[in-house]
């Protein structure tokens, strides 16, 4: 049997959210990891933390959304300001629904047990519904000018692995998800700190990639 092509991107964007507006516009949606991490070290208060960006364009473009992140405090402090939010493991959570579309924005990155973690994502997903997943892509060009000032890449203190299209690819196609969509994400061009990516896309600053559930058999 010939391996299925890895669905890779083919385009860039700059706004993750002008390709996932689409998916949230309407049904049940659920967003994951939606404390800003920086109101949470800047801000010693936990009364005062703030909804990551992202999570705020969701529930302003759709009403009908849960966040859900680990960050008790962050939680309670969202919940007071108006927000639909749950505090559990995205590894390990059982919400008791299933949502037309699951975004997980730079998360993946940060979780000890990747496969579980898509495999539970997959379980609150309904048939027809659609994963969100966006990563920072190791190869980015400014990482090798890192790596000669600095003797290594630069890594974010929680980050636990990292993924390129191609691994994610294979890793979402082993618990049951096909991958459908994928984009380069590059926020900045740079073209002077970034220059490699105008012969080679892959050295892009992160990706984007969207599943489907696939049949269990």
């Given at each position: 049997?010939?391996?299925?092509?890895?669905?890779?991107?083919?385009?860039?964007?700059?706004?993750?959210?002008?390709?996932?507006?689409?998916?949230?516009?309407?049904?049940?949606?659920?967003?994951?990891?939606?404390?800003?991490?920086?109101?949470?070290?800047?801000?010693?208060?936990?009364?005062?933390?703030?909804?990551?960006?992202?999570?705020?364009?969701?529930?302003?473009?759709?009403?009908?959304t849960v966040g859900v992140d680990l960050d008790e405090d962050g939680i309670n402090?969202?919940?007071?300001?108006?927000?639909?939010?749950?505090?559990?493991?995205?590894?390990?959570?059982?919400?008791?629904?299933?949502?037309?579309?699951?975004?997980?924005?730079?998360?993946?990155?940060?979780?000890?047990?990747?496969?579980?973690?898509?495999?539970?994502?997959?379980?609150?997903?309904?048939?027809?519904?659609?994963?969100?997943?966006?990563?920072?892509?190791?190869?980015?060009?400014?990482?090798?000018?890192?790596?000669w000032r600095r003797g290594k890449p630069q890594i974010h203190d929680d980050h636990t692995c990292w993924f390129?299209?191609?691994?994610?690819?294979?890793?979402?196609?082993?618990?049951?998800?096909?991958?459908?969509?994928?984009?380069?994400?590059?926020?900045?061009?740079?073209?002077?700190?970034?220059?490699?990516?105008?012969?080679?896309?892959?050295?892009?600053?992160?990706?984007?990639?969207?599943?489907?559930?696939?049949?269990?058999?």
């Amino acid at each position: 049997m010939m391996p299925m092509p890895h669905c890779l991107p083919t385009q860039t964007i700059k706004d993750r959210f002008e390709i996932i507006q689409k998916y949230v516009a309407q049904g049940d949606v659920l967003d994951l990891g939606i404390v800003d991490a920086w109101s949470t070290k800047k801000n010693r208060d936990p009364s005062k933390r703030l909804p990551q960006l992202l999570f705020r364009k969701i529930t302003g473009t759709n009403t009908d959304t849960v966040g859900v992140d680990l960050d008790e405090d962050g939680i309670n402090s969202l919940r007071d300001q108006g927000y639909n939010v749950i505090c559990a493991d995205a590894q390990t959570m059982d919400l008791q629904k299933q949502f037309d579309t699951i975004v997980a924005g730079e998360i993946i990155e940060h979780v000890e047990n990747a496969g579980q973690f898509l495999r539970n994502l997959r379980r609150h997903l309904k048939p027809d519904g659609h994963l969100i997943v966006s990563t920072p892509n190791p190869f980015y060009a400014k990482q090798s000018g890192k790596i000669w000032r600095r003797g290594k890449p630069q890594i974010h203190d929680d980050h636990t692995c990292w993924f390129d299209p191609i691994t994610l690819d294979q890793l979402m196609r082993r618990v049951k998800l096909k991958p459908v969509e994928c984009y380069w994400v590059q926020p900045r061009f740079e073209p002077f700190k970034v220059w490699a990516r105008f012969f080679r896309k892959y050295f892009s600053h992160s990706f984007m990639t969207i599943a489907t559930p696939a049949p269990e058999n």
